[in-house]
């Protein structure tokens, strides 16, 4: 796939799944903006890779209006949102305060409407531009002791749906995609225990294929999603996950 002068945002770009896409976009001859908080990761992998750089909180709407603002000054045009940025509360409804809730439902949720709205009306006048969000298989089936997360990616998934719907006249293509168990750092994050290859082993035991994904085996669907060669899909949830929701 061929990204050459096309021009990209990509949330959550300094690790991760996030960090992955940037790198196959920037690969493939894009013009990558990562959006991101940690402003010594974002800035070291920004260089490594050869992107730009923008530190902000996506919950912060004017923040997102201002990110699309200063890379269409710079390139004068956006044809690619990545929406990869999120964060998790591994906690039941008991064990979730009202701070942890908003706090995920703002950047989950509220981060990716207000980056989408602010693409979309460049992309609409330009007639033509592709989002990509990141939701997970956990926004389609339940899981035990991550209730904020579960119902943050409900959200976005509904989200897509709705926007593609609203947007498709204006040449604009919205999908999700929606990963298994991936090898990355929110995958660490939040444990009650330490972090141990046994317990990565453990969570690879839940999966058909008996392992957990590269963060680049995401990375790599994202840019088909991005691509013309997805041109007749929108409104798409498509599950990268091994199997998992096959049962």
């Not at 509904?158 to 990963?179: E, F, S, W, Y």
Request: proline residues 2%; charged residues 20%.
């Amino acid at each position: 796939m061929d990204f050459t002068d096309q021009v990209a945002i990509v949330t959550g770009g300094a690790s991760g799944m996030g960090a992955a896409t940037a790198r196959e976009l920037v690969t493939a001859g894009a013009r990558v903006f990562i959006v991101d908080k940690n402003v010594v990761l974002a800035t070291a992998f920004a260089e490594e890779i050869g992107a730009d750089v923008l530190i902000g909180d996506v919950s912060d709407s004017l923040f997102c209006e201002q990110v699309v603002e200063k890379v269409v000054e710079k390139y004068g045009r956006l044809d690619i949102l990545v929406n990869a940025a999120g964060i998790i509360v591994r906690a039941d409804a008991l064990g979730t305060s009202d701070e942890q809730w908003q706090r995920v439902m703002n950047v989950n949720v509220s981060g990716v409407f207000y980056l989408s709205r602010a693409a979309v009306k460049v992309m609409k006048a330009q007639g033509k531009g592709a989002i990509v969000n990141f939701g997970s298989i956990w926004g389609g089936v339940g899981a035990a002791g991550v209730v904020a997360y579960c119902t943050s990616k409900g959200a976005v998934h509904q989200l897509t749906r709705a926007m593609a719907l609203d947007h498709v006249k204006d040449g604009i293509r919205i999908n999700a995609v929606c990963p298994g168990e991936v090898n990355t750092p929110m995958l660490a994050s939040e444990r009650s225990e330490p972090v141990t290859e046994e317990m990565l082993q453990r969570i690879a035991s839940t999966v058909p294929m008996q392992r957990l994904a590269d963060p680049v085996e995401i990375a790599r669907v994202v840019l088909f999603l991005a691509s013309d060669d997805a041109s007749y899909m929108t409104g798409a949830m498509v599950n990268v996950d091994a199997g998992y929701t096959a049962r």
